[in-house]
């Protein structure tokens, strides 16, 4: 796969090797191995780790590398400079960096966490790469080039019309009282709802591949979500705020569906009453 961006070629191959290298170094060694001086709080209920600081710098620096001139906004670096945001809507082109999704499953030794990037550019996610260190399983995508693990194509099957027989995600945690209430009496029409991964990395991979038909988050942070959706939506999938408008890692806004197709999109959506 190659990008033309700004002028420049990019071989996108280049990424995953890279995130491989990045998290081979700095983050499976500390795999269930963290002191407690490896860890801190940088924000009430928000944890980061010595691995998450390191690797994101290793990955800034060979992405600038790649693509010189390219901001790049980072998950830590933006927790020290909120400014950094204003790069995703501003910049011809800009890196997105989740050094470690689902830090807090690391911490707590599951292995359900994921290194991402996502390439953005005039505002639009064009590219998207995710890396499962403990799983050693790697995701692409392209923006109208396709999405792909190991190599591999990924493509969605329609999911099944009937909602008692539909499987999701719905993480609760940043849901306001009348929105919970409103969810849970609904989760009973399901099959199946699970409360989540708490690793993007992780929940959009499983819509893609068909392992779950949709998920439902509440708190919209660009690094977490913008690799994810691409890679969904180019395995034929939807994500769409709960207002049914199209996602852009610039907005801040809140609330995204994601689900394996366009009709059960909408039928999980009114079955919630997501608003």
């Not at 670096?77 to 470690?100: E, R, T, Y």
């Not at 190599?151 to 099944?160: F, I, K, N, W, Y």
């Not at 609904?186 to 068909?210: Q, W």
């Not at 939807?238 to 909408?266: E, F, H, M, N």
């Amino acid at each position: 796969m190659v990008f033309e961006q700004t002028g420049k070629l990019m071989l996108s191959d280049e990424i995953l090797p890279l995130l491989m290298d990045v998290a081979d170094a700095v983050i499976l060694p500390r795999f269930r191995s963290l002191t407690t001086d490896d860890v801190e709080e940088k924000a009430p209920g928000e944890v980061v780790t010595v691995a998450d600081r390191e690797a994101e710098e290793l990955i800034g620096a060979r992405l600038r590398n790649l693509l010189p001139g390219a901001p790049v906004v980072g998950e830590e670096a933006v927790a020290a400079n909120p400014a950094l945001l204003s790069a995703i809507g501003d910049a011809d082109a800009c890196w997105l960096v989740d050094p470690l999704d689902g830090t807090a499953n690391f911490i707590e030794g599951r292995a359900t966490f994921a290194v991402m990037v996502a390439l953005v550019c005039h505002g639009e996610t064009v590219g998207s790469w995710i890396w499962r260190p403990h799983d050693r399983v790697g995701y692409a995508a392209e923006r109208g080039g396709g999405a792909w693990r190991n190599g591999v194509r990924l493509s969605t099957s329609p999911a099944s019309s009937d909602v008692g027989r539909l499987r999701g995600a719905v993480l609760t945690r940043f849901l306001d009282a009348e929105e919970r209430a409103i969810v849970e009496a609904a989760i009973p029409r399901f099959e199946t709802v699970v409360p989540g991964h708490h690793c993007a990395g992780v929940e959009y991979p499983l819509i893609a591949e068909g392992d779950q038909d949709f998920a439902v988050f509440k708190r919209m942070l660009p690094w977490d979500h913008a690799a994810g959706i691409l890679l969904l939506e180019e395995a034929g999938g939807v994500a769409r705020r709960w207002d049914g408008t199209p996602y852009a890692p610039s907005q801040d806004r809140t609330g995204i569906l994601a689900a394996t197709d366009d009709a059960c999109w909408k039928l999980v959506h009114e079955t919630l009453g997501l608003k």
